[in-house]
Antibody
Framework: EVQLVESGGGLVQPGGSLRLSCAAS????????MTWVRQAPGKGLEWVSI???????YYAESVKGRFSISRDNSKNTLFLQMNDLRGDDTAVYHC???????????????WGQGTLVTVSS | SYELTQPPSVSVSPGQSASITCSGD??????ACWYQQKSGQSPVLVIY???KRPSGIPERFSGSNSGNTATLTISGTQAMDEADYYC?????????FGGGTKLTVL
């Protein structure tokens, strides 16, 4: 069964750091696009970052320079290192597996259950 | 940066058809996909590559994409379809989500 399980969320002070993990089963993270998407309380989905099959990484402008996406193929796990956290980073963070079609198609399935990150003093 | 616009809410009576639109500049030149998110749950892919349904998604869900607008249509809407729906596209290595539409089945 294809499954994603996130962990690592919690309460952190502004300016602090946190590392999220996303453990995959049923497929290999290094053979797929993998992404992080967040959802602030009561708000919509916001894309955060993506890593492609070749290891190239891309970030939303709101997190560029503060967040870093990576993967450990031996552990079949995706990570999101979050530094210099702010209050508006408070959200549930989901990881998801991506599939691509040509140069204009990219979709995500499945999604993990999410892990809550709260940035507050 | 690329933007996708959805109506905040759509209402439908049980058994009727519901259409949710997603607008973006030349969106028809890209592939659009749609996610369903029920309260307290993670998003679920319901349409990809404009018109395709993943395994396990009921046939009453369909999609189209032309010009500047992608549309998700739910035929014979059921109470279980009440949820938030998000469109999504990919533009210049950036993933873009619409703001979401709350579907209410009255």
């Amino acid at each position: 069964e294809v499954q994603l399980v996130e962990s690592g969320g919690g309460l952190v002070q502004p300016g602090g750091s946190l590392r999220l993990s996303c453990a995959a089963s049923g497929f290999s993270v290094n053979s797929n696009y993998m992404t992080w998407v967040r959802q602030a309380p009561g708000k919509g989905l916001e894309w955060v970052s993506i890593i492609d099959k070749g290891g190239s990484t891309y970030y939303a402008e709101s997190v560029k320079g503060r967040f870093s996406i990576s993967r450990d193929n031996s552990k079949n796990t995706l990570f999101l290192q979050m530094n210099d956290l702010r209050g508006d980073d408070t959200a549930v963070y989901h990881c998801a597996r991506g599939s691509r079609a040509g140069n204009t198609g990219l979709w995500f399935d499945p999604w993990g259950q999410g892990t809550l990150v709260t940035v507050s003093s | 940066s690329y933007e996708l616009t959805q109506p905040p809410s759509v209402s439908v009576s049980p058994g009727q058809s519901a259409s949710i639109t997603c607008s973006g500049d030349k969106l028809g030149n890209k592939y659009a996909c749609w996610y369903q998110q029920k309260s307290g749950q993670s998003p679920v892919l319901v349409i990809y590559q404009d018109t395709k349904r993943p395994s396990g998604i009921p046939e009453r869900f369909s999609g189209s994409n032309s010009g500047n607008t992608a549309t998700l249509t739910i035929s014979g809407t059921q109470a279980m379809d009440e949820a938030d729906y998000y469109c999504q596209a990919w533009d210049s290595n950036n993933v873009v989500f619409g703001g979401g539409t709350k579907l209410t089945v009255l």
